[in-house]
Structure formats: C-alpha cells, structure tokens
C-alpha cells in the first residue's frame, strides 16, 4: 500500500517567507489591493500592470495629501507631501516578525481551491 502523493505540500516558514519577499519588492500591490479590496493572485489581480499601480500611487500622493492654504499664481498647488516610512527605524529581524504577525492574522479561506 502506498501514500498518496502531495503534490502542493509547501511548509509554512516558505508561504511566509514568500508574502514578506513579496511585499518588500512590491509594497505598492499591497497597497492597491488594500484599496480595492482584491485578492492577491486573483483574476483581477494578475491583469494590472506595475506602471498603472505606481502611476495611481503617485497620483493619489499628489492630490490626497493634508490640505494647506492655496496661493493663487505661485505654482505651488500640490499638497505636501505626508509619506512616512512606518518600518524604516525597524529592524531587518522586527521586520520579518511583523509581517509573520500580520500574515497570521490574515483570513486565508478565501484562497482555498476546490
């Protein structure tokens, strides 16, 4: 008698290690789908071009900054620019615990295949 084979059997330390890879290379597809509530790898997901979700960043960042006093005539009509890099006084270790962190909590039923 033989065991059947698993053909998709992937230990937890690499789904891990895969989302914290993927969100440090590509922290603006995270950020989109968050915005648009798509899953990651759905239908939706997979069609989208990296330069249409930087381009829709770059725009949301200039138009949905704080509101400051407008100055007719000077040219300066964007708004300030409120990027802050939440992990950067993080450490490479804290990092990886966040995202193991967040990544349990995350609600994975939804990628369940039947």
Not at 90 to 105: V, W
């Amino acid at each position: 008698m033989s065991c059947p084979v698993v053909l998709n059997y992937v230990d937890e330390n690499y789904i891990t290690d895969f989302v914290l890879q993927w969100s440090l290379k590509y922290p603006i597809d995270k950020w989109w789908r968050d915005k648009y509530k798509v899953s990651f790898n759905s239908p939706q997901h997979r069609v989208l071009s990296f330069i249409d979700l930087r381009f829709e960043y770059e725009e949301d960042l200039l138009f949905h900054r704080e509101e400051r006093d407008y100055k007719p005539n000077t040219g300066n009509w964007l708004k300030e620019d409120n990027r802050v890099d939440q992990d950067a006084s993080l450490t490479d270790s804290e990092k990886m615990e966040k995202y193991k962190r967040e990544f349990k909590s995350m609600d994975l039923s939804q990628y369940t295949q039947q």
